[in-house]
């Protein structure tokens, strides 16, 4: 049926170091959200504890994240014959869906205080902010590497990013308040960042919705490979055909080929073969299961609508 190799040994160490980088993230996040709350209801500034509150978002993704990377890890068994191997797909979905449910939050804040602009001591606002880059910052670069390759991390890179970006926001608007005495820039900044994270969480929203959504990936062209199948001699059709993603590795491809002879089992594991290796250099599908039939009546569409 389908194949798999044996490359586990180099993932569990991989996994143990980015287990390490999310742990020192939520360290640190933890302690700037603590920081920024004090000041920010000290400084009454807005965007303080909107920065705070995004902080604390930021401290739960990682959690969430962090779970979800040594589940992961977790072996399979007989009642979870994936294992936990979705873990870090639901946990982008989750952590892209705060994004934009903090980002509508403050969104209605800014607006509000827009309308009443208060005047915030700076000194504390700029000082907080400078330490929330910073402590961002560390984080960003311990897991901008892992960001590229795994929708996890990548969620809460963004989180981070987003964070750091909120908190130069946050600087700046402290430091016109400070030597312009310009108390609206508070709230345009704090909308600003808002917009930011909507545009950022909705992509990752998006992509995690559709491989929990079992969507065929984008870059799978289903028609041709059913074409390409087709093309083997003694295959007379290929139907049935499903294309999923389990998690960012592994891609699925299942269907059921109609042979126009009975073939023995030997020369259908030949033909395997020679899919297998076809779909995993030329689509990525390193997970193939056929059905093979011989004359058998059943619906011979390739999407079968059930």
């Not at 989750?94 to 939050?105: C, G, P, R």
């Not at 569409?301 to 059930?306: C, F, G, K, L, T």
Request: hydrophobic content about 50%.
């Amino acid at each position: 049926m389908g194949h798999s190799h044996d490359h586990n040994h180099t993932h569990h160490h991989h996994g143990d170091l980015k287990g390490r980088n999310l742990f020192i993230s939520i360290l640190l996040n933890i302690v700037i959200t603590i920081a920024q709350v004090i000041g920010g209801i000290i400084s009454g500034s807005l965007s303080l504890l909107s920065d705070a509150l995004h902080n604390f978002s930021d401290v739960l993704s990682l959690v969430i994240s962090y779970i979800a990377n040594r589940l992961a890890r977790r072996k399979a068994s007989s009642k979870k014959t994936f294992g936990y191997k979705r873990a870090e797909i639901l946990a982008a979905f989750i952590n892209a869906a705060t994004l934009i449910i903090v980002a509508i939050l403050l969104i209605v804040e800014a607006v509000e205080r827009f309308k009443n602009p208060q005047s915030i001591a700076s000194n504390l606002v700029i000082w907080l902010s400078v330490i929330a880059i910073l402590g961002n910052g560390f984080s960003v670069l311990l897991l901008k590497k892992d960001a590229n390759a795994n929708m996890n991390m990548k969620s809460v890179y963004i989180h981070l990013l987003t964070d750091m970006m909120a908190s130069v926001a946050v600087l700046l608007g402290g430091l016109l308040m400070k030597f312009f005495e310009v108390f609206w820039v508070d709230s345009v900044l704090t909308f600003a960042i808002a917009l930011y994270l909507i545009w950022m969480g909705w992509d990752l929203l998006k992509n995690s919705t559709k491989v929990l959504m079992l969507f065929t990936p984008d870059h799978i062209p289903v028609q041709h490979i059913v074409d390409e199948i087709n093309a083997f001699e003694s295959v007379k059709n290929t139907h049935h055909v499903h294309v999923w993603q389990l998690n960012e590795d592994e891609i699925h491809l299942e269907a059921h080929i109609d042979f126009n002879e009975d073939i023995t089992l030997s020369k259908f594991d030949a033909i395997l073969k020679d899919i297998e290796t076809l779909v995993l250099h030329k689509y990525d599908i390193n997970h193939v299961n056929i059905q093979p039939e011989y004359g058998k009546d059943d619906a011979k569409e390739v999407i079968v609508q059930d």
